[in-house]
């Protein structure tokens, strides 16, 4: 009956196993191994914040490109920032911002700025993720982008903690955490990252490190404000805007790193610590002996 | 966020590591300093200890539920060593869960005099690390600038020996009367009412200096820290921080006061009563500090 | 992206077979297995090979019969933006120079729509060029400048910052325009003058551009075809040239420019009665928030029209009680709007969409927003004279309080893209909105009307919760 299997059958279970195989190749693991994988010199992107017109072309290009499907939200305040909150399937955020009022300005033009800015992971130059994984679950690669392995992640959720900008966030499914990739596969392929690509007025843009900063000394030159140039010792997303950038709730951060904050912390406590400790001993110590005199006064008084 | 990462499975795991530390801390230095007439409360420190972690690493991993989805991506906790406080956290709590077996063994079955000195020594770096790596993992998280102060880890450290001494103090009448043949010394010494509450007397002194260490500590960190206004006021866990404050530092202390009024008119029952209350008390005020600081933290955020 | 009808759902969990190719091709793509011609390339082409523009920037354009797609890529300023079906032969700068201040605004706007058409529509008239990839005078895309300050007079006139990316002509509405039909005013859109400066309206100065003009003599506006401009003027900016004023007497005369014309609230009375003072150089619309205002300038339905079926419509509305006057409280400016995120009302179903914006709300001011009680995503009762809808509000200053023949109104504004089905519920806008008609242009007002915004009972509350959505017709 080898009829039964006839030369059609063959060719379509054959060009079907073909079609399936990279599917298998998803489980491999191809994760690295090192908190930095050297891969080139580093790129930059600058997001101009005098440029945007929030359309959230580049909120949806994120998405699009990385397969994340959408969440339910609700309208919940004035502004159009929509999710609010950075979440597992939520990687980019254009966070709108209303400043002033036209009360404020008779000629009507200066009073009420409308302003948004594009947010995400910072793909800092000294993450603090990375340094607190415990997991070596996130890397920084040098030409920009901080990565991640899911199958490493222990899902004790510091990074989250850590992360001076809250931008790695817990998925409930896999207990572990996602966050922004900065399309390390699209530039891998000589592209760029999905959000700058689609940006209509080039507020999101895509370049070295040096001319990035270079951008930015220009701009703090011509009165605006930037972010990231120094923050938490650099980051590969470098920020201009007109108004300062606390309107949109990002901190102001010193120029320390990670390990900067972590060695003056544990000085500090270690100071403490022996001041506290010091004080312990000496108060024990006083304690005895007061009770010794106490008790022996007592005695001696022949209570 | 709606939600917080970092839940009250993480305070308690935060609190029985702390204690842990605290307990075997105590186990350590009674062993080495005080010798035999301590010898109880050495062995409660070390039993303390031994449960404190391995309980703690459970609730972590229930905490974590990545076990769900991978049963062994705990192993990775180990990978980076130095570098990261949680994976520094991982190492000092498998090496003080060791220790701490190592000492129950040696202290109820038995053995080398040296080699008991020898794993207190190294058992009270560990001990003290691990109390102190329960704040340092909280202040080292830059997003979170309620934590970003250097106190909380002295407070923390001072608050889970506290914690630690009580419990070891709490569990000699209560293991005793559970399982009084196995833990028979416990309750020779339960028994013997006065050396027990002559011990308490003692230990409360101990007790009255750390809680007072704790409130000046509480004090500096509540100054240093910039969002202090979350615990004070406003927020869904400042009442619990003002629970925490009468509860678990005040109410101990007016015991302990009282206690050693009581101590010359030898109400024995009155004091190992009130003293357990307060026991109880610094306990359930050492959890809710850890929760309180770890969910005003996250509220923030 | 296009929305489709399923013919019929798969069995139980099963997925359709594309969904198993969609997952190979995404795969491959992520993968760098399977690239884009566009992609591709930008990766082949060194920078050198860019064709340019006649402004000599870099730009990727399709040629009919070519291979190269027209996405530009990664291209700086062209990045990832079609540029479909330009042929730059046809190109031209339009001749600013003599054409008059109004022309050069609407010109820029209409080169705009053919941006955004993608086309260039050779049957426009008026404008040699259609196509405006870039703002000839800075050579720079529209889209990309960022100057909010107004440019001139004009600008500053109707407060549009033209210099701001770049407007939408046919979304816009304008409600009320500066009563600037003085001679030397060159700067209304209607106040048609030809070269020597005789008014536009003069014997001598036909025109033949297809605008709306006005002939001396004639008891209407003539146009020569309904462009789009036409309709735009008609709807929001007709008004009569400076001299036409003093010409109204001619059109009083034997020919009432209404037959059977009264107007209720205001002076305008049919042809038994006075005749009207003046020509009305502004029209208010059906709805109006002030009275005295409305009596000087009543609405164009009543006065003028050559298809008797608008006359009736808007009579019925009136005739139906389905008009909101001021004085009956109706006394907030209702607009409505579209959404960047959504598209008419067809995407409600794309949940990328949904998830920036899901569900029907309002803009309020809010110091309006205090006035009535409430916050940001509460709920309101928005109600005209023609229907009720209950919706959540977002207390925003981008709208606020207008100044109306010296008296104060509130504004609210509204997208309209959201209906009781599909995943992104809400109420419908047009509840509340107005079917008056425009005689001249044949659309509907249906962009501004009056209304009433009360705080939402609980019942109310709880309906739209439930549902997703609460509305009602009277
Ligand atoms: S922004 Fe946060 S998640 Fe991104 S690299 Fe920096 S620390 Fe890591
Ligand atoms: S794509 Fe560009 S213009 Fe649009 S929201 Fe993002 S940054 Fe702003």
């Known amino acids: 009956m080898t009829d039964k299997v006839s030369r059609k059958d063959f060719l379509m279970a054959a060009g079907a196993s073909l079609l399936v195989a990279p599917m298998a190749l998803e489980g491999l693991d191809r994760g690295q191994r090192a908190p930095v994988q050297h891969l080139g010199e580093q790129r930059a992107v600058v997001v101009d914040v005098t440029r945007c017109i929030g359309c959230k072309a580049c909120q949806i290009a994120c998405k699009v490109w990385n397969k994340l499907p959408a969440e339910k939200t609700e309208v919940s305040d004035g502004e159009f920032t929509n999710p609010k909150f950075f979440s597992p399937i939520t990687w980019k955020i254009v966070r709108f911002k209303e400043i002033g009022d036209y009360d404020e300005d008779a000629a009507g033009t200066g009073g009420l700025k409308w302003r948004m800015l594009s947010d995400n992971c910072k793909h800092c130059l000294e993450p603090s993720c990375v340094s607190v994984c415990p997991a070596a679950a996130l890397w920084k690669r040098s030409d920009g982008p901080v990565l991640y392995d899911l199958d490493r992640c222990v899902g004790c959720g510091y990074c989250t903690m850590a992360c001076p900008w809250g931008v790695p966030r817990f998925d409930d499914d896999l207990h572990a955490v996602r966050k922004c990739t ?34 930015a000394v220009d701009a703090e030159a011509n009165g605006l404000y930037t972010y990231g140039v120094d923050e938490v010792g650099g980051t590969s997303w470098i920020y201009i805007s007109d108004v300062p950038f606390s309107e949109f709730g990002l901190p102001e951060y010193s120029t320390v790193t990670q390990k900067g904050f972590e060695s003056d912390i544990l000085v500090k406590f270690a100071g403490a610590g022996l001041f506290v400790g010091g004080a312990i001993l000496a108060a024990v110590k006083l304690y005895a002996e007061r009770r010794e005199a106490i008790m022996k006064s007592g005695s001696e008084g022949g209570n | 966020m709606s939600e917080f990462v970092w839940g009250p499975l993480m305070a308690t795991y935060l609190f029985l590591g702390g204690l842990a530390g605290g307990a075997y801390l105590i186990s350590a230095l009674v062993d080495l300093f005080k010798g035999e007439d301590y010898e109880v409360l050495s062995k409660s420190g070390a039993l303390v200890s031994t449960v404190a972690v391995i309980a703690s690493v459970v609730v972590l991993l229930l905490e974590i539920k990545r076990f769900e989805v991978a049963p062994l991506s705990f192993l990775n906790a180990f990978r980076q060593f130095p570098g990261s406080m949680i994976s520094v956290g991982t190492w ?36 003290l690390g691990t109390a102190a790596y329960t704040g340092l993992v909280l202040s080292y998280c830059r997003g979170i600038p309620f934590w970003g102060s250097p106190f909380l880890p002295a407070l923390f450290t001072v608050s889970g020996i506290l914690t630690g001494l ?5 569990m000699i009448p209560v293991a005793a009367y559970i399982m009084p043949k196995a833990l028979n010394s416990f309750w020779e010494l339960y028994e013997r009412k006065a050396s027990y509450v002559g011990m308490i007397g003692q230990t409360e002194k101990y007790c009255q200096v750390l809680t007072v260490v704790e409130i000046v500590l509480l004090a500096l960190y509540m100054g240093t820290t910039p969002t202090t206004g979350i615990l004070l006021g406003g927020s869904s866990v400042s009442l619990l921080f003002y629970v925490y404050i009468a509860l678990g530092l005040l109410l101990p202390l007016g015991i302990g006061y009282l206690n050693s009024k009581w101590e010359h008119q030898g109400k024995d029952m009155m004091i190992v009563l009130s003293a357990m209350i307060g026991q109880v008390m610094v306990l359930l005020g050492g959890f809710i500090l850890r929760y309180v600081v770890l969910i005003g933290g996250q509220l923030i955020h | 992206m296009q929305y489709r009808w399923k013919t019929s759902d798969s069995p139980g969990v099963a997925k359709s077979d594309l969904s198993l190719f969609m997952k190979l091709y995404n795969m491959w793509r992520q993968r760098g297995i399977l690239r884009l011609p566009s992609e591709l390339f930008m990766k082949d082409h060194p920078e050198e090979d860019f064709p340019t523009d006649p402004m000599g920037r870099k730009c990727l354009e399709y040629i009919a019969g070519d291979e190269i797609w027209g996405f530009s890529g990664t291209e700086k300023g062209q990045a990832g933006r ?20 109004s022309d050069q605004v609407y010109a820029e706007i209409d080169d705009a729509v053919g941006l955004y058409d993608g086309q260039y529509r050779a049957g426009h008239v008026g404008y040699k060029s259609s196509v405006h990839a870039y703002d000839d005078g800075k050579g720079e895309i529209l889209a990309k400048r960022r100057v909010n300050n107004y440019r001139d007079g004009i600008d500053k006139e109707y407060s549009m910052a033209k210099n701001w990316a770049w407007c939408w002509p046919k979304n816009q509405r304008i409600l009320y325009n500066k009563d600037d039909c003085g001679e030397n005013d060159t700067m209304n859109p209607v106040t048609f003058k030809t070269a020597d400066n005789t008014p536009w309206g003069a014997p001598s100065g036909e025109r033949s551009n297809g605008w709306p003009y006005w002939r001396q003599g004639s008891t209407f506006w003539w146009g020569k075809e309904r462009t789009g401009m036409a309709r735009i003027w008609a709807q929001g900016i007709a008004k009569g040239g400076g001299d036409l004023t003093k010409n109204y007497d001619a059109w009083t005369g034997d020919k009432p420019p209404v037959p059977g014309a009264t107007f209720r609230g205001g002076k305008l009375q049919g042809p038994g009665g006075k005749p009207m003072v003046g020509i009305p150089e502004h029209f208010e619309p059906m709805e109006y928030p002030n009275t005295a205002l409305a009596e000087d300038y009543p609405c164009y339905g009543w006065l003028y029209t050559n298809r008797a079926s608008e006359y009736e419509a808007n009579d019925k509305l009136w005739d139906d009680g389905l008009v909101g006057l001021p004085e009956d409280g109706y006394n907030v400016i209702w607009g409505s709007f579209r959404l960047t995120e959504h598209f008419h009302t067809f995407t409600r179903n794309m949940p990328l969409l949904n998830e920036m914006q899901p569900e029907y709300f309002i803009e309020m001011h809010p110091g309006h927003a205090a006035e009535v009680g409430i916050d940001s995503g509460d709920y309101v009762r928005v109600e005209s004279k023609r229907g009720w809808v209950i919706c959540k509000i977002r207390a925003t200053k981008r709208v606020g309080k207008l100044k109306i023949n010296n008296a104060d109104y509130w504004e609210i504004m509204t997208p309209f893209h959201f209906g009781p089905k599909d995943m992104a519920k809400g109420s419908i806008a047009n509840f509340v909105s107005i079917g008056a008609v425009d005689p001249h242009a044949f659309i509907p007002e249906t962009k501004a009307c009056m209304c009433k915004i009360l705080k939402a009972t609980d019942a109310e509350i709880a309906a739209i919760q439930e549902k997703g959505y609460h509305q009602g017709v009277y």
């Open chain 2, 92 to 127: 000092l709590l498998t090496c003080l869960l060791v220790v701490s077996v190592v000492t129950v063994i040696l202290a109820f079955f038995g053995g080398n005099w040296l080699v008991r000195k020898i794993v207190d020594v190294v058992g009270i770096v560990l001990s």
């Open chain 3, 82 to 101: 079609p540029c479909p079906d330009i042929n730059w032969e046809w190109y031209a700068e339009p001749d600013t120079d003599n054409m008059k201040a």
């Open chain 1, 182 to 215: 900065m399309c390390h596969d699209r530039i891998d392929q000589g592209l760029e990252p999905s959000c700058v690509s689609v940006c209509p007025t080039d507020s999101l843009q895509y370049m070295n490190l040096e001319e990035a900063r270079r951008v």
């Open chain 2, 166 to 170: 009580t419990l070891a103090m709490l």
